[in-house]
T-cell receptor, first 112, second 114 residues
Framework: DQQVKQNSPSLSVQEGRISILNCDYT??????FLWYKKYPAEGPTFLIS?????DKNEDGRFTVFLNKSAKHLSLHIVPSQPGDSAVYFC???????????FGKGTKLTVNP | DTGVSQDPRHKITKRGQNVTFRCDPI?????LYWYRQTLGQGPEFLTY????????KSRLLSDRFSAERPKGSFSTLEIQRTEQGDSAMYLC????????????FGPGTRLTVL
């Protein structure tokens, strides 16, 4: 039972263009969402998060959008850089729990 | 501010052997987590400590697995009688109470059971 779904295993974009990574969730009890970036042989690195009371959070080149009615969030990276090439994980957590529930990840490749 | 550290980074063992991993969280982080990640999957929650108390355990944590955090600082994860299905990346994370839900991960220990 996959509660957090990242349906695109991979995404390829050109340097300077926008990267859009998508994530869907099924558990309406989730109230906080996070994106992590992972390079090979390293642990996941926290990127950006959003609370369910918001619909947008921005940090530099990274923006996360949340559509609660659709149970959908997306991460926008503008402009994309070759160093952004990594696996991106969407994660969710519900109030009162400490357990992060992760999707399977999307491998982003940014071509120079 | 040093990050989360884990030791060893790699472990190869034979089926049936016991293994122990160590995690040192970010200093002053009172919450510590263990996750497991297998190929093609996202990390899966195993267990969580607040200080020295183990407050949440996943059904994934069979009776062959035990985790401790005796003094509320570093933590160990032991797997007894390892099986080939235990081969995975074991990730440790920590966080600070009142600092939101962000968990900060270490580099992981890759376990291979032959």
């Amino acid at each position: 039972d996959q509660q957090v779904k990242q349906n695109s295993p991979s995404l390829s974009v050109q340097e300077g263009r926008i990267s859009i990574l998508n994530c869907d969730y099924t558990n309406s009890m989730f109230d906080y969402f996070l994106w992590y970036k992972k390079y090979p042989a390293e642990g996941p690195t926290f990127l950006i998060s959003i609370s369910s009371i918001k619909d947008k959070n921005e940090d530099g080149r990274f923006t996360v959008f949340l559509n609660k009615s659709a149970k959908h969030l997306s991460l926008h990276i503008v402009p994309s850089q070759p160093g952004d090439s990594a696996v991106y994980f969407c994660a969710a957590i519900r109030g009162g729990s400490e357990k992060l529930v992760f999707g399977k990840g999307t491998k982003l490749t940014v071509n120079p | 501010d040093t990050g989360v550290s884990q030791d060893p980074r790699h472990k190869i063992t034979k089926r049936g052997q016991n293994v122990t991993f160590r995690c040192d969280p970010i200093s002053e982080h009172n919450r510590l987590y263990w996750y497991r990640q297998t190929l093609g999957q996202g990390p899966e929650f195993l267990t969580y400590f607040q200080n020295e108390a183990q407050l949440e355990k996943s059904r994934l944590l069979s009776d062959r697995f035990s985790a401790e955090r005796p003094k509320g600082s570093f933590s160990t994860l032991e797997i007894q009688r390892t099986e080939q299905g235990d081969s995975a990346m074991y990730l440790c994370a920590s966080s600070r109470r009142g600092a939101g839900n962000e968990q900060f991960f270490g580099p992981g220990t890759r376990l291979t059971v032959l």
